[in-house]
């Protein structure tokens, strides 16, 4: 099955942007596929390569970046909402890409379930 | 429908409207609590009740992990079904739509 | 209209799929963001030709009060934009009648047409989208 | 003791928590209603009630340009007294100590 | 310890004002970062030598619930922290009986002693407090 | 009578940072001081001169920076928080320090009054 995934809350300040990772990871672990990740409101600030957690603590920025990596995953930042929060292509982390609203919608149509994390 | 709440039931309303609609109509619909709102999935609490009630004609899940991290793995109420992040994406993936009541 | 869309092309955008589609809208305007940022989402679905619809329930009904002025607060009025859905062909608007009854409102106090419908029939009509993003 | 609330009476339980401890020991307090708060401060609704008992023992202000945003302006419920930006400074400099009810 | 502080020598910092600080915690841990944040405040205001005290009130008491492991969620577990506040001498915990109540909750399930008072006295030390900061 | 203001949330997102600006505005015409306004949580978010909202909406972040020049006002992002948020030295808009969060406590040590704007 395909999966979209809607992120509505930035790192660390709301559960949702870890509750939306390990999500994606044991839909991937299941064989599921993941359409697009799509990062709207808050969410935006998960993908600022500038982010430096304390050691003990996820890297929430990093570990995106990675399951990117491994798995392929779309990763799309709304233009809109980075803008209105300081988000922009040179401090983007790997991965990542920013790009309209239109990409969230046409994931609701793509995918076969589209699932909210948000505050 | 799978209807997600992710908010305390002492905090926000959010559970208690999505009970509204979703035992307006319970037919296929199933609710799963997760993050703070899993601590309407235990018992001894002033809200006890309307998660016994709401079991009447919809399923009740909560997220272990939540659970677990908030320690309240020991006062679950009998009949709420435990799933874990697979468990998750099961019920997800069984489910035409789903809505997360925000 | 392509930057807006995330550079998809109509071409690419109808892709012959017609989803139902139901933003919830269930926070007050002005408090927090959503109310606004939820409105930039509906409005870039209608390039897209699919069955759109919003329900307003609980705070969210306060989106649509008549005689919003945010001049004191400094924030940009953005009610008038709910008058602009039509243009759009965004015509489904539905308020739960609990919600606006628990607020002492009524269609009068409100922007625009809309139909009120019971939490029984909202919930009828959730049951019947594929997909449901909530603000 | 000027408290202070933000959110909306509707969804979040924040104003009952505050005037549970603000009417323990009205003594000196006040409660200043601001953002999604003041639909707390219209009448006609579910939460009238509350507010009005509230006003028995403790002074209720409610900030004028977010009354004015949300199209509340015609609502306020008598008794209810008015303030803008200016009067909350006035009222935060009046009261020893500040509490916002996050 | 002057990073921690905010570059502000503990001379500096030690300006001879001794005022009443309350941290009020209302929020429950994990769904939100308030709760770690907080503590995080409270721990600095150590070093400054004020007459310091927290509060517990609503879903804040579940902060102090035993037997938290966040392990599956892959976030830090703080919860021992709260055990380490005795070696700030941070010593005044206060929790509200109501909001133990209403969550089923009694002394012996909270992670460390603390003073249980009922809203009324909650509410005269809050009154009495110079500065009362809320997360 | 001297105020110190804790802004807990990001712009845009909640209108907490809009309220602390107009108390902080109509604080000083009415006289008072601003001893510090100290940004937390969120709160940092409200910091990087990279944002830049629409065109017909308020622009908060050079907002505050206009303030603390013109009334010369100390403006403090808490450092751990910033930190967990992508907020760096390098983004910071003019106005804006980044400092420990004993610059809070000192703060309402030093202000007859500190004011709490969050969510």
């Known amino acids: 099955m395909k999966f979209g995934i809607l992120v509505s809350e930035g790192p660390y300040t709301h559960q949702a942007a870890d509750t939306a990772y390990q999500f994606v990871k044991a839909a991937l672990e299941k064989g599921h596929q993941i359409h697009r990740v799509f990062f709207y409101h808050d969410g935006v600030n998960n993908s600022t390569k500038l982010t430096e957690p304390p050691q003990d603590d996820r890297h929430i920025v990093n570990r995106w970046s990675k399951l990117a990596q491994e798995h392929n995953i779309d990763l799309v930042v709304c233009v809109a909402a980075a803008l209105r929060r300081g988000i922009r292509d040179d401090i983007l982390a790997p991965g990542f890409r920013i790009s309209g609203l239109g990409q969230l919608v046409e994931s609701g149509i793509q995918a076969d379930r589209l699932v909210t994390f948000g505050d | ?102 | ?135």
Not at chain 2, 27 to 44: F, H, M, P, R
Not at chain 3, 25 to 40: I, Q, S
């Open chain 2, 1 to 102: 429908m799978l209807n997600i709440v992710n908010k305390s039931p002492f905090e926000k309303t959010t559970l208690e409207s999505c009970l509204r609609v979703a035992q307006a109509r319970p037919n296929g619909s199933a609710l799963l609590l997760i993050e703070d709102a899993v601590y309407a999935a235990t018992k001894g609490n002033a809200v006890e009740g309307r998660i016994r009630d709401a079991m009447k004609t919809v399923p009740v899940y909560a997220l272990w992990p939540d659970l677990e991290a908030r320690g309240m793995q020991d006062r679950v109420i009998e009949g709420v079904k435990l799933v874990d992040y697979g468990g998750f994406v099961d019920l997800a993936a069984e489910h035409n739509t789903i809505q997360s009541w925000l």
């Open chain 3, 1 to 135: 209209m392509t930057e807006a869309t995330g550079g998809i092309e109509m071409e690419e955008g109808q892709s012959g799929i017609v989803k139902k589609f139901m933003f919830v809208n269930r926070k007050a305007p002005y408090g927090t963001v959503y109310a606004l940022e939820g409105l930039e989402v509906v409005l870039i679905s209608a390039a897209f030709d699919q069955d759109v619809s919003m329900a307003f329930l609980d705070d969210g009904v306060y989106q649509l009060a008549k005689g919003q002025h945010t001049k004191a607060i400094d924030v940009k009025n953005f009610s008038p934009t709910y008058r602009a859905l039509e243009g759009y062909d965004i015509e489904k608007l539905y308020v739960e009648k609990e919600s606006l009854e628990a607020r002492g409102l009524s269609q009068e106090n409100l922007l625009v047409p809309v139909e009120v419908l019971n939490s029984k029939e909202i919930a009828a009509l959730m049951a019947d989208q594929d997909v449901v993003i909530s603000f």
